[in-house]
């Protein structure tokens, strides 16, 4: 892969060629160049790209401009690492603590990428940002441990992350340090990882510094590391609160891993992003819930809104504040020649204003930026959004220097001596070339971004100077934009009506259960409503304050055989209090921006309150949240892990079973046949009728998605562990668990949705479904085909295409799958992999979906 | 009245009803506590309290007088219901109704040991039905006797609890009486002003024929808004609304009905502690 990059840097190929090559529907896998004896597979090239610019742009991501530190972790992604065998990966991964949080960090296992003889590879280290607090949010207990196993898989993300009990290991790292680059980083102090990976690869691939940095950093000064991550990532803000943030290091795999430690106390912002948090489950504190990009498909959009109002944001204060923590962290140089410049930490640094003018390389980045778009279009990366955030973060990048000229130099001096260690996004100038040409390319998808976004980017200083055509775009685009972040809905508790035809003493075997019934709804209540007023109360834990009321019902309900009553009672008030789009957000209602400005004044108040949600990232977590159960989920989620009762849990899962299949065969009329022309035009509103089944269609496929997610979470609940088995364990498990029926048999319903081309409905509730898995069930025969379906269809859901299913229907399945890919306990291997092309044969026809846009 | 589920209302149905003068602040309903304190459960005690507060209507004074009473035998019943002490106690009546047969011993006893009279003849009626057949006297059969004095074997007996009970206002079979003819009463009146509003509703009885398992004494069809509260279900309740029987209401009725009716409102058609807690 490096070899086929090189050409194309040096032109030796042509592009255009490998484009198309990119272009063409997955059958054409390989690529070959006689004249260079090159053959590619694009499952390689695909990540090693990815890696590549993420490398690449580590240093100048990595500084951040004011305040907080920047963010060293991002640079992590040391590109160079090599493989490791997944084994090795895992072990190492465990050692290093940190690595669960990476979880995604990898996407590109590293098993996947060959090594190319390069021997750069970078795995991807996704970063993870895992930030504790997300992981609270995990509700299987298992869950959060479950993402440090994740970690384990992933390692090499993982190894970015920061835990900090790992730093140990430093045996590996001197392994490591062998390598090249990574030797500069190291004595940084970078060594935190890194070392895992190591050994066996054979000293070569240098483990990014990066990762080491992220650790270090942590360890050192807690606070200023979360705030280093931070910044650069996203810009996120300073503010002190909290460190965490940094989760920003959305950037895809690798790049930050930032370490947030689990130490933050309470930061409330728990993001992750990518990542799984490895906090621990039990941690009540975590308030809140990422929520929205897991929660509803459509989310990931307002997620990447609001981050970017955050970056923005950020970046504001940080320009006033100037003043950068020192980012002694820098990140690892991923090349050799960077090395030094990573290591000042240049307190002072002023950011450099980005000027076309400086731009250098720009035939390269052009040729980058048509490579990327490319993978971008064809949904070749896991994540469009994840990506989108890369590509703002590099918009948004700030050089930490004056030395630019220095660099400069010193880049020039090496660039020659191999084209791929040029550093092509080491100044801000190439970076926001980059990002802007990026961004020209997606119109499309930018354009389908909310105002709020589009607004901030058309104002975008950099943006204009860098292409004012884009900024007239943008401008134009915002009068067109439709999409809002979701309102956060205020859910009032309303409880469940008796129903005589299902409630009352008929219903009942004996007066008795249907007494202990009547007591059981009062407790039901009691308990919901000390949970609203308690639980975030600092120090309140739910199985302490309740946990006995609720098996002392259980007990009483089993002595009388009232579980299906009660699952009927649950699953109503469930349903009534978490169906909204996006459920009871943590900061409370706050206004969106326009409507603040019409309350003038008297929204000083409230004014102050936004600033403070812009600052710090409240509910929303990176681009790739894990699973969470936000709001009143988490009360149910929470219920059902105290209550831990198996007769009610299966009755929950017969009754939702039920719900979900019934929901998932209501009838969807499909907009008229010219959907395409129309949504190229953003999807007008379209007449009553159509209005009325676009909502009651969102209606019902927020609903399937809520059950589904419960499904799995019930379902997978006996399996989950805090780790990742080791591999001994999971082939037993496998054995023994493909010989019981699953709950659902998601193959089928899948096959069937694909065949009635009723996907838009199916895939987004059968991903949250699949995102509650336990680390063993990807691999089950019936989970791991389904997973590959879901590949397959991603991977024709091209968003420009102009097919049968309309784009934002598209945007939403690309948006959940690309979710879903992301999140830790599926195993990064399935992504960058060939194997499903001949697991799961999707017939050509099959990915057109009648249905209505949903939330939007 | 006051509707559950949020913030405290004044009476909703009709302006014009009577109850809507009766919201005490706190520190009126003290007031009015501590004047109930020195009296003792007879007839008369009405009367003073009227003639201090005329503003008052009777039954409201008497209610919170009622309650107030009640919270205060609670305290001290303990007092009187030991072994030891119903024996001195039964002892005493006995010597004294054989002194006086036709004097109101009984009565005479309770006001100087600061108990009930109808508590009083209870206590009395049971040592005596235990003393009749050594074993204890079934509940029933107790009130039974309560109820119709005439039952009870002893003349000179059946003529004291009698006077007992016809002279407590606050405890014994003839307050009960008049409590449920007095509740009744005003879930009739409920009945007619729902009716006279056109408002369609279903009361507790057909709420019990439908099997259900708790019962408010109205479910309204469609809810209603009563200042800015959205009502599904009345309860009415003829008594004073005070913060010990509003809480216990709350934990056995309300609640409950707010769980399976959603939000409610609560009629005290004797007034209520305005800043009574009402979620």
């Given at each position: 892969?490096?070899?086929?990059?090189?050409?194309?840097?040096s032109q030796?190929?042509d592009?255009?060629?490998?484009?198309?090559?990119?272009?063409?529907?997955?059958d054409?896998?390989?690529l070959?160049?006689?004249?260079?004896?090159?053959t590619?597979?694009?499952?390689e090239?695909v990540?090693?790209?990815l890696n590549f610019?993420?490398?690449?742009?580590?240093?100048?991501l990595?500084?951040?401009p004011?305040?907080?530190?920047k963010?060293?972790?991002?640079p992590?992604p040391?590109?160079?690492?090599q493989?490791?065998s997944?084994?090795?990966g895992?072990k190492?991964?465990?050692?290093?603590?940190?690595?669960?949080?990476?979880?995604?960090?990898?996407?590109?296992?590293?098993s996947?990428?060959?090594p190319?003889?390069?021997?750069?590879?970078?795995?991807?280290?996704?970063?993870?940002?895992?930030?504790?607090s997300?992981?609270t949010?995990w509700?299987?207990?298992?869950?959060p441990?479950?993402?440090?196993?994740?970690?384990?898989?992933?390692i090499m993300?993982?190894?970015y992350m920061?835990s900090?009990p790992?730093?140990?290991?430093s045996?590996?790292?001197?392994?490591?340090?062998s390598r090249?680059?990574?030797?500069g980083?190291?004595?940084?102090?970078?060594?935190?990882?890194?070392g895992?990976?190591?050994?066996e690869?054979g000293?070569?691939?240098?483990?990014?510094?990066?990762?080491?940095?992220?650790?270090?950093i942590e360890?050192?000064?807690?606070?200023?590391?979360g705030?280093?991550?931070?910044?650069?990532?996203?810009?996120?803000?300073?503010v002190?609160?909290?460190?965490i943030s940094p989760a920003?290091?959305?950037p895809?795999?690798?790049?930050?891993p930032?370490?947030?430690s689990?130490?933050?106390p309470?930061s409330k912002?728990?993001?992750?992003f990518?990542?799984t948090p490895?906090?621990?489950?039990?941690?009540?504190l975590?308030?809140?819930?990422?929520l929205?990009?897991?929660?509803?498909g459509?989310?990931s959009?307002?997620l990447q809104?609001?981050?970017e109002?955050?970056?923005?944001?950020?970046t504001?204060?940080?320009q006033?504040?100037g003043?950068?923590?020192p980012?002694?962290?820098e990140?690892?140089t991923p090349?050799?020649t960077?090395?030094?410049?990573?290591?000042n930490v240049?307190p002072?640094?002023?950011?450099?204003?980005?000027e076309p003018?400086?731009v250098?390389?720009?035939?390269?980045?052009d040729?980058l930026?048509?490579?990327?778009?490319?993978?971008?279009?064809?949904?070749?990366?896991p994540n469009?959004?994840?990506?989108?955030?890369?590509?703002m973060q590099?918009?948004?990048?700030?050089?930490?220097?004056t030395?630019?000229d220095?660099?400069?130099?010193?880049c020039?001096?090496?660039?020659?001596?191999?084209?791929?260690?040029?550093?092509?996004?080491r100044?801000?100038?190439?970076c926001v070339y980059?990002?802007v040409k990026?961004?020209?390319?997606?119109?499309?998808?930018v354009?389908h971004?909310d105002?709020c976004?589009?607004?901030?980017?058309?104002?975008?200083?950099?943006?204009a100077s860098?292409?004012?055509?884009?900024?007239?775009?943008?401008?134009?685009?915002q009068?067109?934009?439709?999409a809002?972040?979701?309102?956060?809905?205020?859910?009032?508790?309303h409880?469940?009506?008796f129903?005589p035809?299902?409630?009352?003493r008929?219903n009942f075997?004996?007066?008795?259960?249907?007494h202990?019934?009547?007591?059981?709804?009062?407790?039901?209540?009691?308990?919901?409503r000390?949970?609203?007023?308690?639980?975030?109360?600092?120090?309140w834990?739910?199985?302490t304050?309740?946990?006995n009321?609720?098996?002392?019902?259980?007990?009483q309900m089993t002595?009388?055989?009232?579980h299906?009553?009660?699952?009927r009672?649950?699953?109503?008030?469930?349903?009534?209090?978490c169906?909204?789009?996006?459920?009871?957000?943590?900061?409370g209602?706050?206004?969106d921006a326009d409507?603040?400005?019409?309350?003038?004044?008297?929204?000083?108040?409230r004014l102050?309150r936004?600033e403070?949600?812009?600052i710090?990232?409240?509910?929303?977590v990176g681009?790739c949240s894990?699973?969470s159960?936000p709001?009143?989920?988490?009360?149910?989620?929470?219920?059902l892990?105290?209550?831990s009762c198996?007769?009610?849990?299966?009755?929950?899962?017969?009754?939702?079973?039920?719900?979900?299949?019934?929901?998932?065969e209501v009838?969807?009329?499909?907009?008229?046949?010219?959907i395409?022309?129309?949504d190229?035009?953003?999807?007008?509103?379209?007449?009553?009728?159509?209005q009325?089944?676009?909502?009651?269609f969102?209606?019902?496929l927020?609903?399937?998605?809520?059950l589904?997610?419960?499904?799995?979470?019930i379902?997978?609940?006996?399996?989950q562990?805090s780790?990742?088995?080791?591999?001994?364990?999971?082939d037993?498990a496998?054995a023994l668990r493909?010989?019981?029926?699953?709950?659902?048999?998601?193959?089928?319903?899948?096959?069937?949705?694909?065949?009635?081309r009723?996907?838009?409905l199916?895939?987004?509730?059968?991903v949250e479904?699949l995102?509650?898995?336990d680390?063993?069930?990807?691999?089950?025969l019936?989970y791991?085909?389904?997973?590959g379906?879901?590949l397959l269809?991603?991977?024709r859901?091209?968003?420009?295409?102009c097919e049968e299913?309309?784009y934002?229907?598209?945007?939403?399945?690309?948006?959940?799958?690309?979710w879903?890919?992301?999140?830790p306990?599926?195993p990064?291997?399935i992504?960058?992999?060939?194997?499903?092309?001949?697991v799961?044969?999707?017939?050509?026809?099959?990915?057109n979906?009648?249905?209505l846009?949903s939330d939007? | 009245m006051?509707?559950?589920g949020?913030?405290?209302?004044?009476?909703?149905?009709?302006?014009?009803d009577?109850?809507?003068?009766?919201r005490?602040s706190?520190?009126?309903y003290?007031?009015?506590?501590r004047?109930?304190?020195k009296?003792r459960?007879t007839?008369?005690?009405?009367?003073?309290?009227?003639?201090?507060?005329p503003?008052?209507?009777?039954?409201?004074?008497?209610?919170?007088y009622?309650?107030?009473?009640?919270?205060?035998?609670?305290?001290?019943?303990s007092?009187h219901h030991?072994?030891?002490?119903i024996?001195?106690?039964?002892q005493r009546?006995?010597?004294?109704?054989k002194?006086?047969?036709?004097?109101?011993?009984?009565l005479e006893?309770a006001?100087?040991?600061?108990l009930?009279p109808?508590?009083?003849a209870?206590?009395?009626?049971?040592?005596?039905?235990?003393?009749?057949?050594?074993?204890m006297?079934?509940?029933?059969?107790?009130?039974s006797?309560?109820k119709?004095?005439?039952?009870?074997?002893?003349?000179?007996?059946?003529?004291?609890?009698?006077?007992c009970?016809?002279?407590?206002?606050?405890?014994?079979?003839?307050?009960?009486?008049?409590?449920?003819?007095i509740?009744?009463?005003h879930?009739?009146l409920?009945?007619e002003k729902?009716?006279?509003?056109?408002?369609?509703?279903?009361?507790?009885?057909?709420?019990?024929?439908?099997?259900?398992?708790?019962t408010?004494?109205?479910?309204?069809?469609?809810?209603?808004?009563?200042?800015?509260h959205?009502?599904?279900?009345?309860?009415?309740?003829?008594?004073?609304?005070?913060?010990?029987?509003?809480?216990t209401?709350l934990?056995?009725q309300?609640?409950?009905?707010?769980?399976?009716f959603?939000?409610?409102?609560?009629?005290?058609w004797?007034?209520?502690?305005?800043?009574?807690?009402?979620?």
């Amino acid at each position: 892969m490096a070899a086929l990059l090189e050409s194309l840097l040096s032109q030796k190929v042509d592009i255009i060629k490998v484009v198309d090559w990119l272009k063409s529907a997955g059958d054409e896998d390989k690529l070959s160049i006689s004249e260079l004896g090159l053959t590619v597979h694009k499952e390689e090239f695909v990540p090693f790209l990815l890696n590549f610019l993420r490398e690449q742009s580590s240093q100048a991501l990595t500084h951040g401009p004011a305040t907080p530190a920047k963010t060293p972790s991002r640079p992590r992604p040391a590109a160079q690492t090599q493989v490791f065998s997944e084994k090795r990966g895992c072990k190492s991964a465990s050692g290093g603590s940190g690595t669960r949080a990476a979880s995604r960090v990898q996407l590109f296992s590293p098993s996947f990428v060959s090594p190319g003889p390069e021997g750069s590879h970078c795995l991807s280290g996704v970063t993870a940002f895992s930030s504790p607090s997300s992981s609270t949010t995990w509700s299987p207990a298992s869950r959060p441990s479950g993402s440090e196993r994740r970690g384990g898989q992933r390692i090499m993300l993982g190894d970015y992350m920061v835990s900090p009990p790992d730093f140990q290991h430093s045996p590996s790292f001197q392994s490591q340090k062998s390598r090249k680059k990574s030797g500069g980083n190291m004595s940084l102090g970078g060594r935190g990882r890194g070392g895992h990976y190591i050994d066996e690869t054979g000293g070569r691939r240098s483990v990014r510094g990066g990762e080491g940095y992220g650790r270090i950093i942590e360890q050192v000064s807690p606070p200023s590391v979360g705030q280093l991550n931070f910044n650069n990532l996203e810009e996120f803000p300073p503010v002190g609160s909290s460190p965490i943030s940094p989760a920003a290091s959305k950037p895809t795999r690798r790049i930050n891993p930032t370490p947030v430690s689990a130490e933050r106390p309470r930061s409330k912002p728990k993001t992750c992003f990518t990542s799984t948090p490895f906090s621990k489950p039990s941690s009540p504190l975590s308030g809140v819930v990422p929520l929205e990009g897991s929660m509803t498909g459509g989310n990931s959009l307002s997620l990447q809104e609001e981050r970017e109002l955050l970056k923005k944001e950020k970046t504001k204060r940080a320009q006033q504040v100037g003043s950068p923590q020192p980012s002694s962290l820098e990140p690892c140089t991923p090349t050799k020649t960077v090395l030094k410049t990573g290591s000042n930490v240049t307190p002072e640094q002023q950011t450099t204003c980005p000027e076309p003018s400086k731009v250098t390389f720009s035939l390269e980045l052009d040729l980058l930026v048509e490579l990327y778009s490319t993978c971008i279009s064809e949904n070749l990366v896991p994540n469009i959004f994840l990506e989108l955030f890369f590509v703002m973060q590099l918009l948004t990048s700030r050089s930490p220097h004056t030395h630019d000229d220095e660099q400069e130099s010193l880049c020039a001096a090496h660039s020659h001596s191999d084209i791929l260690e040029r550093c092509y996004l080491r100044l801000v100038h190439n970076c926001v070339y980059f990002a802007v040409k990026v961004l020209e390319n997606q119109f499309q998808l930018v354009a389908h971004l909310d105002k709020c976004t589009l607004r901030l980017l058309g104002e975008n200083e950099r943006v204009a100077s860098f292409s004012p055509h884009l900024r007239d775009l943008l401008t134009q685009a915002q009068d067109k934009s439709t999409a809002k972040l979701s309102p956060s809905v205020s859910t009032f508790i309303h409880s469940v009506p008796f129903q005589p035809d299902t409630d009352n003493r008929s219903n009942f075997s004996s007066d008795k259960a249907f007494h202990i019934f009547k007591k059981q709804r009062d407790i039901f209540y009691e308990v919901l409503r000390e949970w609203e007023d308690f639980h975030k109360e600092p120090g309140w834990n739910f199985d302490t304050a309740l946990g006995n009321r609720i098996r002392g019902m259980m007990s009483q309900m089993t002595s009388a055989g009232n579980h299906s009553h009660f699952a009927r009672l649950f699953l109503k008030q469930l349903i009534q209090m978490c169906k909204g789009p996006r459920v009871n957000s943590t900061s409370g209602d706050a206004p969106d921006a326009d409507l603040l400005g019409m309350l003038g004044a008297e929204g000083l108040g409230r004014l102050k309150r936004l600033e403070e949600r812009l600052i710090q990232p409240h509910g929303v977590v990176g681009p790739c949240s894990p699973p969470s159960f936000p709001g009143y989920q988490e009360f149910f989620r929470d219920f059902l892990q105290a209550a831990s009762c198996c007769q009610l849990n299966q009755h929950l899962q017969d009754s939702l079973c039920q719900q979900l299949l019934q929901l998932d065969e209501v009838s969807i009329l499909s907009p008229p046949a010219s959907i395409c022309e129309r949504d190229k035009e953003e999807e007008e509103d379209g007449d009553m009728e159509q209005q009325d089944e676009k909502q009651r269609f969102s209606s019902v496929l927020l609903l399937a998605r809520l059950l589904a997610k419960f499904l799995g979470f019930i379902s997978f609940l006996p399996y989950q562990t805090s780790e990742k088995p080791s591999r001994e364990i999971q082939d037993t498990a496998i054995a023994l668990r493909s010989k019981s029926v699953p709950v659902l048999d998601v193959c089928a319903v899948l096959r069937n949705s694909i065949r009635r081309r009723r996907t838009i409905l199916t895939v987004p509730w059968l991903v949250e479904f699949l995102s509650m898995l336990d680390f063993i069930g990807p691999r089950l025969l019936c989970y791991r085909t389904t997973l590959g379906t879901l590949l397959l269809l991603y991977r024709r859901l091209v968003l420009d295409r102009c097919e049968e299913m309309c784009y934002l229907n598209k945007l939403l399945m690309v948006s959940v799958l690309g979710w879903l890919f992301q999140i830790p306990v599926i195993p990064e291997d399935i992504f960058f992999t060939s194997e499903f092309t001949e697991v799961a044969k999707v017939e050509e026809s099959d990915i057109n979906v009648a249905g209505l846009v949903s939330d939007k | 009245m006051e509707a559950i589920g949020d913030g405290t209302s004044t009476a909703g149905i009709k302006s014009k009803d009577p109850f809507l003068m009766m919201r005490l602040s706190r520190a009126e309903y003290k007031e009015r506590v501590r004047w109930t304190e020195k009296l003792r459960p007879t007839r008369r005690c009405v009367k003073i309290l009227k003639d201090r507060f005329p503003s008052h209507s009777q039954s409201t004074l008497l209610s919170i007088y009622s309650l107030e009473y009640q919270k205060w035998i609670k305290r001290t019943f303990s007092r009187h219901h030991v072994p030891h002490v119903i024996e001195s106690y039964y002892q005493r009546y006995l010597s004294e109704a054989k002194a006086q047969p036709t004097a109101p011993v009984l009565l005479e006893l309770a006001n100087e040991v600061d108990l009930s009279p109808a508590l009083m003849a209870r206590i009395i009626l049971d040592r005596f039905l235990q003393g009749q057949d050594g074993g204890m006297p079934s509940k029933s059969v107790l009130n039974s006797m309560l109820k119709e004095p005439s039952l009870i074997p002893d003349q000179i007996l059946a003529s004291n609890v009698y006077q007992c009970t016809i002279n407590d206002c606050c405890y014994g079979p003839l307050v009960d009486c008049i409590k449920h003819a007095i509740g009744h009463e005003h879930e009739v009146l409920l009945w007619e002003k729902l009716k006279e509003k056109n408002l369609s509703f279903l009361d507790e009885n057909h709420l019990r024929t439908m099997g259900y398992d708790k019962t408010p004494d109205i479910i309204l069809e469609v809810p209603v808004a009563v200042e800015g509260h959205i009502v599904h279900w009345i309860e009415s309740k003829a008594s004073f609304g005070d913060d010990q029987s509003h809480q216990t209401y709350l934990n056995e009725q309300f609640w409950s009905y707010w769980n399976r009716f959603g939000p409610g409102l609560v009629i005290y058609w004797y007034g209520f502690i305005g800043d009574l807690d009402c979620q």
